[in-house]
């Protein structure tokens, strides 16, 4: 078979490779969508202690069961399916609170163990979900994304009628938008140093803030905790998310945060950051951490999906597979209005 292969910091290169073969408990899966993540953008250039070279990366993706292990519990050759990527234990503390994400013995499926960025992929069966009747593969490639916006959404808490801001537009911030708009957010402001993301989110419903320094010749632009303040007459957003995960995001997120307001830090941007304490604690924020997704948050995800709570179209583009490394280019050094790349390893290039 086909498979894209991450060799070196920067390389990637389709190799002819075997075709996987089920261990009792897993499935083998020919994948018909691969999105493209974030997180492997950061693991291509090398900055990502997760993934190691040569490795076939991939965790965002759908495809029909060609073959079952003998354990593999409910599933049949010819069942449309997902996966939720973070393999767990199910009987530590974490995985019993729901918080399988958190599993000291989570594996991740493109990282541990060859992923999807190939024609077929084997995996567990026991994290593997029949899509819903009428489902497309298209649209189930995208419950693992949804998955880390359904998380958001959950630990945003109670916002119905309150004010949120999201600082980032990538699929994520898109995806933040979405989940706090489902619980009832009222006005959620969305801030990208890119016009073309950016445009993204106001498309979505997101009140936009453009930064200084977006866009050629945008000189101007807002100071975004001066324009959420302005917006909200001086008190700040109930609800903060921030998608990016550098510094500058996160201090941003705790000024435009209002007093007893919540603020959820997703980006992983920087490892380490200074951040105003001395606010957080005059502020009484609740500052959480979102990591991925729980077992029940996947399944909410795809569940949300199916009854068309969450888009990211028209901004998907579907490449071959063998595109893949220039598009991991593309969406590192200029993304556009492309809020997701799904890779077709069943697809001729050119
Ligand atoms: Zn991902
Ligand atoms: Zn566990």
Redesign the pocket.
Known sequence: MRALVWTAPEKMEIQEQAEPKPAADEVVIRVAFA?I????LSGFLGHNALRTPPLVMG??FSGEIVEAGRDAGGLRVGDAVTVNPLTYCGECRTCRMGLTQLCPERRLVGAHRPGAFAEYVSVPAFVTHRLPEGMSLRSGALT??VG?GVRIGRLAGDVAGESALIIGAGPIGLLALQALQLAGADRIFIADLDPERLAMGGALGGITISPPGSGPGAAGGEDVVEAVKEATAGDGVAVSVDAVGTGGTRSQCVAATRNAGTLILSGLHEETSPMPAAAIIRQELTVRGSFAYGAADFEDGLDELHAGHYRLDPWIVEAPLAEGGDWFMRLIHNPGNVSKVLLVPDRCSG
Do not use: L, N, R, T
Not at 37 to 40: L, M, N, Q, T
């Open positions: 999105g993540c974030g997180s492997e965790h965002e693992e994304p880390v």
